[in-house]
């Protein structure tokens, strides 16, 4: 079984990419098959709901974990791809994308499965380098340097992330995650800090706005898809492990889900919007480190979804796209999407939101709720788009927009989670977001400053949060 | 009396790798300091290198904790070797450096035929509207 699926999940993408890096190939189309056997794998495994823990290669070998969680990462991988492959699957891609398609998938893949501390540096590391490489796939020169940027800060992120691997090591002798518990505080933040840069979470992810902004939008449906959860999920199994990380990470968590949307809220651009959307998405995702995963799936669908659908709007601005309005075809996949990150029933983002909200208590939820409050509030800048002349309804169905859409409703069928309390708490925070965008924040026009997401803050704010750790946790 | 003072600076022996881990997370923080403060884009490149060699060097410090000898003793010898795993694993971290570096030096390359600068703030300037 192992070997089975380290071949499908990982060479196989592996060796797809190689081969079309060497053919040239620019048609998205030949990698579907590959997609649809990782989605098919991980929902047998799934349904089979078993946990197995291998290694490879012997002692000091690779460290494997193939349960629940894992596979429920790497369902979402093979999903989004799948989505975003049938979005583009008529255009004749940019030379790198599709072999960088193919290795981006493998190593995510190679993220969510691996369980020793060390080969998931290096596999962060890759993507790393691809989602560099992915970034300024438009050739556009603010696209270079959002994607140096990025790569500066994501480096720096690691190193630290390999120091806290050094403590580690030098305290157990041993990079398996096992070991997690027993390695000292110090290690613990470096190796949050590290994997909260690629993860998006509050300060240490602030490179994402302008990166996941500036990129094109089949790449930042991936990024915001994908990518972003490279990060996040072994900062999930972190805190599941250890118990300094599962008094840091929530706290972290917290502070990203109020951030983002607080500058999501009075975002002007609707992909700037939606990618400090994805930043307090990620503080949703981690505040309840056992249930993350299965939050994790339906951000990575509805986001990737709204991404490919605002790639095709005429403008970004908001202001613009009130005064000229949207076309139906555009504007049908942008409000399910839309209604699905606010929280509407059987729209995938209802049993998930729930699911962590009702697990939560005290003051973390009060906060958490307000930040469901604030989501609808900012989601509502789309929902209330005018429509414009001259649309076309019948060209709305498309086969990534169904295959979206059926993807998220049977993601809250199964999560079932249909208890009347939550379905009316839940609309009442919907229609409180809608009432409180009409009354107020459509009407204001606020500036919230953004010098803290120059490439130095950003750095300087890296070292601050691990400070800040240190002094309020101790070591 | 000075010499058991010094062994005891702090509860902690002051030996050999004790001091050589101290220099090493201070070439951490030389870098760290020119990251954070170097305007130019090529310097904070080479900072981060430092950064990273201050972090691969831990690992090989790592691997004395026993003893320099190299693992090669027969089978139940008691004699003490050095530890080969950090050894093994920090040569793919090497690897993965150098090759952010050479990407990175490329396109900071690129960055500088449009902009005829390498100074950050002056790019980041150029988008504030």
Known sequence: MVNLSVSILVLLPFFCGVILLAVKGRSSRVLLPLWVATSVLAAIMLI???????????????????????????????????????SVIKERLPLLSCPLMAMLHGTANAVFISYDLFNIFICIEFIGILAFLFIRLGNRIRQIWSSIQYLIVGNVGMILYLTGCFYGYSATGSFSMETLPAIPAIAIYLLVIGLSVKGGVFLAGLWLPEAHGEAESAVSALLSGVIVNCGIAPLLRLAELSPVAARVVPLLALASA??????????????????????????FILIVPAAGHLYAISHGLFKSWLFLAAGKLPSRSFEQLKKEGIKVQVWLPLLIGALA??????????????????????????????????????????????????????????????????????RDVIAGYFGVAFIL??????????????????????????????????????????????????? | MFKTLLNYLGGVPLDVVFLARLLLLSVILIGLWGVLFKKNLIMKIIAMDIMNTGAISLFVLSSWYRSKAPVIAEKGSSIPASDPVPQAVILTAIVVGFSVLALLVVYVMDLSRYFHTLDTDRIQNRWKR
């Open chain 1, 48 to 86: 089979k709901g078993d946990s197995v823990h291998a290694v490879l290669g012997g002692s000091y070998g690779v460290e494997l974990m193939f349960d629940p969680s894992s596979w429920t990462f790497v369902l979402m991988n093979g999903l989004v791809f799948i989505g975003v492959t049938l």
């Open chain 1, 258 to 283: 109020i951030y983002g949307v607080i500058y999501a809220m009075f975002d002007k651009d609707i992909k700037k919007l939606l990618a400090y959307s994805t930043i307090s998405q990620a503080g």
């Open chain 1, 341 to 410: 990150i606010s929280g509407m029933p059987v729209l995938g983002g209802f049993g998930a939101k729930s699911m962590i909200l009702g697990k939560l208590s005290g003051l973390p939820a009060i906060l958490m709720y307000m930040a469901a409050l604030g989501t609808a509030i900012s989601f509502a800048k789309i929902i209330f788009l005018p429509l414009a002349e001259g649309g076309d309804l019948a060209k709305a169905v498309s086969f990534s927009g169904a295959f979206y859409f059926l993807s998220l409703v049977l």
């Open chain 1, 425 to 475: 708490k839940t609309l009442f925070i919907i229609g409180a977001g809608w009432l409180i965008y009409l009354a107020i924040t459509s009407r204001r026009k606020i500036e919230l400053p953004k010098s803290v997401e120059g490439l130095d803050h950003i750095l300087g704010l890296l070292f601050v949060v691990l400070l800040l750790m240190i002094v309020v946790f101790g070591s």
